[in-house]
């Protein structure tokens, strides 16, 4: 059974730094490219980062670029995503999601970790 | 970026109603395209990929169709727990954009 585990989120600071972990197991974790996409409370879904398989090749969103850093250690099966410089409008739900088979959207979620920004 | 469109935002619909939303892409995307059904509180389930492929397990009455900039998702009898919010999402390029979303509600 796939899962995917995120780390506990939190309240920080704005201009304070937080990196979320995704613990997966039940799949070849090194095979498939991984996503982390986040849901401020009552809005829709914005699609932050994904890294490829080998971690060799990585996208963000334009909102994050230079600020959030994705990256992944095949050998311990994780997924991160370091956040620096956070602003207020970074508070978010933060879901960690899985590359389906050969451009199948994002087929594994997980349950989700709120990072709360303010002073 | 490629901006992805949702039409309705949200309508109300009665169990056993065919309905139908509306995702428009601001440039072609061929059929890289998933839907997602979101219920409140949960993470999004992948219901269509590929623009009309189910995934494993999603029922039949949900079905999918389009290609280069306008798809549609199509629930050919409302069920009670199919009252959620869907999303679509481009996955052709980078930043891989979702729709606003629709919410399907009960009228």
């Known amino acids: 059974e796939v899962q995917l585990l995120e780390s506990e989120g939190g309240l920080v600071q704005p201009g304070g730094s937080l990196r979320l972990s995704c613990a997966a197991s039940?799949?070849?974790?090194?095979?498939?490219?991984m996503s982390w996409v986040r849901q401020a409370p009552g809005k829709g879904l914005e699609w932050v980062s994904a890294?490829?398989?080998?971690?060799?090749?990585?996208y963000y969103a334009d909102s994050v670029k230079g600020r959030f850093t994705i990256s992944r250690d095949n050998f311990k099966n994780t997924l991160y995503l370091q956040m620096n410089s956070l602003r207020a409008e970074d508070t978010a739900v933060y879901y960690c999601?899985?590359?389906?088979?050969?451009?199948?959207?994002?087929?594994?979620w997980g349950q989700g970790t709120l990072v709360t920004v303010s002073s | 970026a490629i901006r992805m469109t949702q039409s309705p935002s949200s309508f109300s619909a009665s169990t056993g109603d065919r309905v139908t939303i509306t995702c428009r892409a601001s440039?072609?995307?061929?059929?890289?395209l998933a839907w997602y059904q979101q219920k409140p509180g949960k993470a999004p389930k992948l219901l269509i990929y590929?623009?009309?492929t189910l995934q494993t397990g999603v029922p039949s009455r949900f079905s999918g169709s389009g290609s280069g900039t306008d798809f549609t998702l199509t629930i050919s009898s409302l069920q009670s727990e199919d009252f959620a919010t869907y999303y679509c999402?481009?996955?052709?390029?980078?930043?891989?954009?979702f729709g606003q979303g629709t919410k399907v509600e009960i009228k």
């Open positions: 590929a623009a009309s």
């Open positions: 999402q481009q996955y052709y390029s980078y930043p891989r954009t």
């Open positions: 999601a899985k590359d389906g088979e050969a451009a199948r959207g994002l087929d594994y």
């Open positions: 039940g799949f070849t974790f090194s095979h498939y490219a």
């Open positions: 890294i490829s398989a080998s971690g060799g090749n990585t």
């Open positions: 440039q072609g995307i061929s059929s890289y």
